[in-house]
């Protein structure tokens, strides 16, 4: 018997084929394919074949990178979201406690820099497990080399991968570890020095609380960005957002987030 394993592509078909709306049956009669092969691809005990990936894609009107991409996490147990999640999290609770006693091996910064753009790209991708694997480690060494070697594009770099924590915490549904996370990006944002970065995080801030603290959050966001201190932004000095609210005053945020990059070259970073 095989062992069931939601990284196959067969799972993948299910899983669209069942967003669809279809039994096995009614995709079966819609491609070249018989039922069983059907059956047997999507409970793991046949590989998929290309054609029978592309002729799956067609039916449900899909691109078959969705059928043999990176696996969703939607469908994962309790258990293997625990496994994902929980090396992020003690990752982020080594934040203040300085180099790596045990790290051997440490990237360079250009490539951890990298690693840190390529995590937020895998979650604009919705590849939400590829960089969930990704972050611990990525999370680990610049932490150790912002402690032993800081520099504004490893602080940067770091900030980001909090960002990128935030995001996969917040779509896995773990609030309270996307919180942690928020926190750990406005501390890296204020060792950078960077006003995009730190304006973004207030801004994601305002997002999560949805609370009366939420416009104060903006305005704090929109004070960075034109120079002022983050206390007197808060304080209630700085720029009224639009008479839309909330929503219209992360305008100029929201190009801050575009605008940013975690590339030293690039002098931010954003997504």
């Avoid at 084929?17 to 059907?38: F, G, V």
């Avoid at 496994?83 to 360079?108: M, S």
């Amino acid at each position: 018997m095989p062992r069931p394993d939601d990284d196959h592509t067969g799972a993948r078909i299910r899983e669209q084929r069942r967003l669809a709306r279809l039994t096995q049956r009614e995709l079966s009669d819609r491609i070249p394919y018989s039922l069983s092969l059907l059956n047997q691809v999507e409970c793991g005990a046949r590989p998929a074949s290309a054609g029978l990936v592309k002729a799956v894609a067609e039916a449900l009107k899909l691109d078959t990178s969705r059928l043999t991409g990176p696996a969703s996490v939607a469908s994962l147990s309790p258990d293997r979201l625990a496994a994902l999640v929980t090396p992020i999290r003690e990752a982020l609770d080594a934040y203040d406690l300085g180099p790596h006693p045990q790290l051997a091996d440490v990237r360079p910064v250009s490539v951890l820099i990298e690693g840190a753009d390529e995590a937020c790209r895998q979650v604009r991708a919705a590849h939400l497990r590829a960089a969930a694997n990704v972050l611990p480690a990525l999370i680990v060494e610049l932490t150790h080399t912002a402690s032993t070697a800081p520099t504004t594009a490893v602080w940067r770099a770091l900030a980001s991968a909090y960002r990128t924590a935030h995001d996969v915490a917040l779509k896995l549904g773990y609030p309270d570890l996307s919180r942690v996370a928020l926190d750990r990006m406005g501390w890296a944002a204020g060792r950078a020095s960077d006003p995009c970065l730190g304006a973004v995080q207030l801004y994601k801030r305002a997002i999560l609380v949805r609370n009366s603290t939420s416009l104060r959050l903006i305005r704090s966001g929109h004070g960075l960005l034109t120079g002022q201190t983050h206390r007197e932004a808060v304080a209630g000095g700085g720029p009224r957002p639009p008479a839309a609210g909330a929503a219209g005053a992360g305008g100029g945020v929201g190009a801050a987030r575009g605008g940013a990059h975690t590339r030293a070259a690039g002098g931010g970073a954003g997504r």
